[in-house]
């Protein structure tokens, strides 16, 4: 498999951009359709990749969205949930 380093300088960011403009999506979720799309003949390192989508970003050329009020909404219902398990978990047998 090609990696970024065997690519033409610039390649990485004009990959990126194009995946990006076809729908909104996550590094992780990038990295594999770069992979799907080339026929598993393109693979990003994660070290290549999450250091150059900040640089777009960056370049303004791509926009970040951060999920954090959905985070800290799961977090709180996980919270309720592991605290309802652990009572239950906790009973003493009659």
């Known amino acids: 498999?090609?990696?970024?380093?065997?690519l033409v300088q610039g390649t990485l960011d004009m990959l990126l951009l194009k995946i990006l403009a076809l729908e909104p999506m996550n590094g992780f979720a990038v990295s594999q359709r770069l992979k799907q799309v080339s026929g598993?003949?393109?693979q990003v390192s994660d070290g290549s990749l999450y250091p150059a989508l900040p640089k777009l970003e960056q370049e303004s050329w791509i926009t970040a969205e951060w999920?954090?009020?959905q985070l800290e909404k799961?977090?709180?219902n996980w919270g309720r949930l592991s605290s309802a398990i652990s009572r239950v978990v906790k009973l003493k047998e009659a």
């Open 74 to 76: 799961e977090a709180d």
């Open 1 to 6: 498999m090609s990696k970024p380093s065997d």
């Open 40 to 42: 598993d003949a393109l």
């Open 67 to 69: 999920k954090r009020r």
